[in-house]
Structures are given as structure tokens and as C-alpha cells.
């Protein structure tokens, strides 16, 4: 078996988060703007574990008859990057059962919410966990597809090394990986290749960024102690505050070659430059260093590089010579308060796992009913 999580339990988490989002959002009714955004979360999480179970799908469908008895898809690492959703989801579905917040009419879909401040803070708290979710299983995608893909090619050498270069699943899969050709996959030697050398932080706010890990925890001025997990979710939360989400083209009112319209708000500029920093710090650390024996992390990790390189292109102006980004100025950023420039985000995870044990006592379990 896989441990943690199989194919299996992908489509069946996929039909409960869909059955969650129909029973608890379709009908809802003057719904709170952050409750509709909770659904909205809720339904692409959906989407994603649909993609996810595609992927699965393609990989184990090249699995060759006379193996497919003993093989198993290696996920060992997939949920110590994506984060355990199947918890998450069942914290979702306890929350929506709660009968004193949530009204269900006919056919038990919620139709009316008790907003208050509690169910306010909760829901907040899942939206914004369900997102981390699905930026997450959005980015692994290729990365997973190309690792289980290699890792089912080597069991077919290694079984069948003799007979390999003879077996339509081999010329499949290697069709297969014909579409990371150029990106993790060299075009002449057909050798896995990192992603170019990653562009500098300017000095002045690496120097600002390494006293705000220090100031949380003294044991990093150490960069081999810089940890992987906690660094990806920091990449993760800043990349998407990031440059990434300011485009000056889209806005019509604003002249297309006007100089200010292609300056950034100062703050997304500085979460892209900790986006970029982080992952090179993490390629500091131990961690990191031990987990490139696993080719997920390995993959997981270039893709994050990609993302911020295509992401920084928009800055170098021989990329776009009369498009380019210009750098806020630097006076601006000086000015920042020193919690601007913080790193790591708040867990909270077993502060409240112990607090809902203490406090949730189980009530009717609409979803699983319907599932049965």
C-alpha cells in the first residue's frame, strides 16, 4: 500500500469535497462574502483533487499487466508537502454540521448561516487553509506526474532490464516524458536538469530578511538549520501577495508605456525578493540537502523556481524591453516597519487541534450519510 494516501482515497476525498461544497454552499442564501469565498475555495479544492486523481489515473493506466499485482504508486512525500487535506476537509464538514449556526432545509442543504463572530473566525481559519491546499496540489501536479512516471520506468528496467527496451509501457512512458523535454528533462542527454541559477535579492533586503528569522529564532543564523517544510509554506504565502498579482495592462484607465504604471505597490515587490530568498535559504539547509534523495521534493522544488524566475523575467528589461516592471524605490521599502519584513507564518494547527478535541462533540454525520 502507499503510505498516507492512494489513488483510492483521492477520488473518494474528491466525491466528499463535492458533496461537501453542494450540501453546504449551493443553496445558501445571502451567504456572508467570506462564506461564499469559503465555497469558492471548497469547489476549485474539487477541481484540484479531480486533476490530482487524473494524474494517478494516467500513471497507474501505464502500469504493465504482468506487474500491476505487486506495484504501488510511492506517495510517501505527497502529503508532507500538500499538508494532510483529508483533515482539513473533515474539520470543514464538522463546522457545517454545527445545526445551531447552520439552517438546513429541504433535502439538508444549508440554506441559511447564524453569522457571528465565531463562525466568522472559523471559517476564515478552513478558506484560508483550503487555499494553502490548493495552491499546493496545483503546483505538484507535474512534478508528481514526472516522479511516478520515472519511478514506474526504473521498476520495469529493474524487473524486466532484458526485455525493457521491447515493452509498449516503456515507449509510452517515455512518450510521456517527451513533454518535460527542455524543462526538468535535458533535450540532448535526456538527464534531469535544474532550473537556472536564481537571481540575486538585493543585499540591503537579504540583510533585513535574515535579522527577522534570527529575531523569531537565533538558531538560524545557522543557514543549515534553515527548516524545508515551514520554508515552503512561507514561499507559498508570499509568492501569492506577491508581484504576481499586479498586472498594469489590465488596467485600461492607465496609459500602456506610462513609467508609474509599471512600478509595483512597494509591498508586492517585497514579498516576490522574500519568495526568491526563501528558496535559495532552503537550499541551505540540511533538509533540504537530505531530501533530494526523494525526487518529488526535488521536483517540487524546481518548480517553485521556475515560478519565481518566470515571475522575476517580468522585471529584466531585455525580457520586455518597453514592458519591464521597475523596482519601487528604494526609500520606500527603508521605511518599512521591521514585522514588514518577517518570514515565517503563524501555526496554529496544534493549538486548535487540541482545543476542538477538548471542546467538539460529534453530531448527525450528514455527508457520510449520503455517501452510504
Given amino acids: 500500500m502507499s503510505f498516507g494516501i492512494s489513488g483510492d482515497d483521492i477520488v473518494k476525498l474528491g466525491k466528499k469535497a463535492w458533496v461537501l ?47 500491476r499485482d505487486d506495484y504501488t504508486l510511492d506517495l510517501k512525500s505527497f502529503l508532507h508537502i500538500c499538508g494532510d487535506f483529508r483533515k482539513t476537509l473533515n474539520k470543514c464538514e464538522r463546522l457545517l ?19 457571528n463572530l465565531s463562525v466568522q473566525l472559523q471559517v476564515t481559519v478552513l478558506k484560508d487553509r483550503v ?31 532484458d526485455l525493457a527496451s521491447q515493452i509498449t509501457e516503456v515507449h509510452e512512458i517515455v512518450g510521456i516524458l517527451e513533454n518535460y523535454r527542455g524543462r526538468f528533462v535535458d533535450g540532448i542527454s535526456n538527464e534531469l ?33 534553515f527548516p524545508l517544510a515551514q520554508g515552503i509554506n ?14 498594469p495592462e489590465n488596467n485600461i484607465s492607465l496609459a500602456s508605456d506610462s513609467f508609474t504604471e509599471r512600478i509595483p505597490v512597494p509591498v508586492q515587490y517585497l514579498n ?29 522544488i524546481w518548480e517553485l523556481d521556475e515560478k519565481f524566475l ?25 521605511l518599512f516597519r521591521e514585522e514588514e519584513f518577517g518570514i515565517w507564518l503563524e501555526d496554529e494547527e496544534e493549538e486548535e487541534e487540541e482545543e476542538e478535541e477538548s471542546h467538539y462533540q460529534p453530531g448527525l454525520d450528514y455527508l457520510n450519510e449520503i455517501l452510504r
Avoid: C
Fill in 193 to 225: 536538469v535544474a532550473p537556472p541559477v536564481s537571481p540575486r535579492v538585493p543585499e540591503y533586503l537579504e540583510i533585513r530578511f535574515e535579522a527577522a528569522i534570527v529575531a523569531t529564532n537565533p538558531e538560524l543564523r545557522d543557514q543549515a538549520k
Fill in 21 to 67: 461544497w453542494e450540501m453546504g454552499f449551493s443553496q445558501a442564501k445571502n451567504a456572508e462574502k467570506q462564506y461564499a469565498k469559503f465555497g469558492a475555495e471548497i469547489q476549485y479544492f474539487v477541481i484540484n483533487l479531480q486533476q490530482l486523481g487524473q494524474v494517478i489515473f494516467k500513471v497507474t493506466k501505464q502500469v504493465p499487466p504482468w506487474l
Fill in 234 to 247: 512561507a514561499f507559498h504565502h508570499h509568492f501569492e501577495q506577491s508581484t504576481s498579482k499586479f498586472h
Fill in 272 to 300: 516576490l525578493m522574500k519568495s526568491i530568498w526563501i528558496v535559495q535559504m532552503i537550499k541551505q539547509g540540511d533538509e533540504y540537502a537530505h531530501s533530494m534523495s526523494d525526487k518529488l521534493w526535488k521536483f517540487y
Fill in 97 to 115: 454540521e454545527d445545526s445551531a449556526n447552520f439552517e438546513r432545509g429541504r433535502g439538508n442543504f444549508i440554506y441559511n448561516i447564524r453569522w
Fill in 131 to 161: 487555499a494553502f491546499h490548493n495552491i499546493k496540489i496545483a503546483n505538484i501536479l507535474k512534478p508528481l506526474e514526472l516522479k511516478l512516471l520515472l519511478d514506474l520506468k526504473k521498476e520495469i528496467y529493474d524487473v524486466h532490464s
Fill in 310 to 334: 518566470l515571475e522575476f523575467s517580468r522585471f529584466i528589461k531585455i525580457e520586455r524591453p518597453t514592458k519591464h516592471l521597475k523596482e519601487p524605490d528604494r526609500r520606500i521599502l527603508d
